[in-house]
């Protein structure tokens, strides 16, 4: 009996550890496909009216003076990542709740932590960007021209929608995962630790790293204000009563490919915008 019982204790803590590194790459996989596709509309959208910029790792550098800006390329320039995102963040919402959820795999969990990531980088970017009065901030404050007030509106108004969708994301995110030991209720503290908190911490840290020393405030903001969605996410997770899986799940294992990708992905980030990527 106790050798039975330490095998099991052994297995749900290799299965835990082994969830927690596939959470934790596909957590960075999702951010870095959504900042690019932040990064990119912003470019894109900018060098379509002419403004010439240097793309870098954690920002994008415009090369013309405030007194050259006019009013619809700031609403232009700083809303298409935004935009870009809310489209994301929709369509991953979508597809993992109409397609993915019922299926076996680590793919619908990525589909979730791309919509996540896409939210967050609408949602904590407003707010972040009315602290470090930077990205979107700019549109409020200079197309209704009163100051600081529209911004401060947003940003709340942005909290409070991020914390409830967070909240709402929860029985979402326990359909993400396919280990039945872990799904378990009396295991649910374990899955909530080792796949939103750790995940979050690990990610933010190597993020941190791979960007230094371009990183941006505003962009460690938005690092901290991922907890406006996964607290409550967190918090309706421990009482949310769902604890089923799909009917053939797959086998807890490494993900290695995915390793392999995350591994190259942030080696070429780092490679390639480090010393800054020219446009106009």
Partial sequence: MELNLSS????????????AVNSTLL????YLLVHGV??????????????????????VEFLITDQQWWREAVLAVFGAGPLACTVVSIAAALWFWKRQRQQRGLFKLFLF???????????????????????FYYIPTYILLLGNTPSVLLS??????????GYFAAIGFLQCHDS???????NRSKLIVFNIVVPWLVSSAVLTLLKWPDITMHELLTYATLSLLLGPM??????????TTVVQPQKTQLALGVAVVAVVVLIAWRLVLSPGVAFR
């Fill in 8 to 19: 099991a204790t052994k297995s749900t803590s290799e299965k835990t550890v082994i969830t």
């Fill in 27 to 30: 957590f960075l996989l999702a």
């Fill in 38 to 59: 932040f990064q990119l509309a912003t470019v894109y959208t900018a060098a379509d009216l002419d403004i010439p910029g240097v793309l870098h790792l954690s920002r």
């Fill in 113 to 135: 932590w791309v919509s996540v990531h896409a939210c967050n980088l609408v949602l904590g970017g407003t707010i972040a960007g009315t602290l470090t009065q930077s990205g």
């Fill in 156 to 165: 709340l108004l942005s909290g409070i929608l991020a914390i409830a969708l």
């Fill in 180 to 186: 039945k030991t872990l799904m378990r209720f009396d």
């Fill in 234 to 243: 967190a918090i309706a997770s421990t009482t949310e009563i769902f604890s």
